[in-house]
């Protein structure tokens, strides 16, 4: 299974982002999937997660401002993210977990906040 995320770019503080995450197979093998960032100097957090029966969860950073959801249909996860700051600045990688397999990365997509 691959992972393909898209979306990234640089925005102004404030501004809104939508990141992809499309999957080459079927996503109803996993159990959860998420996206996780890393900035520089720093280690990889989770951002927003996601269960096969769609029950969500965030780091508190981003409560209220990212939402994440799910197309079973187009085999894809969305990270919506609003009101963004220049500490969300990271790259952003999709993450897929089955508890048949070792964790699914995709590559990552950059997101720079500045103005």
């Known amino acids: 299974v691959q992972l393909q995320a898209s979306g990234g770019g640089l925005v102004q503080p404030g501004g809104s982002l939508r990141l992809s995450c499309v999957a080459s197979?079927?996503?109803?093998?996993?159990?959860?999937m998420g996206w996780y960032r890393q900035a520089p100097g720093k280690q990889r957090e989770l951002v927003a997660d996601i269960t096969s029966g769609g029950s969500t969860n965030y780091a508190d950073s981003v409560k209220g401002r990212f939402t994440i959801s799910k197309d079973n249909a187009k085999n894809s996860v969305y990270l919506q993210m609003n009101s963004l700051k220049p500490e969300d600045a990271a790259v952003y990688y999709c993450?897929?977990?089955?508890?048949?397999?070792?964790?699914?990365w995709g590559k990552g997509t950059q997101v720079t906040v500045s103005s």
């Open positions: 197979g079927s996503i109803f093998r996993f159990n959860v």
């Open positions: 993450n897929a977990q089955s508890p048949y397999s070792l964790p699914y």
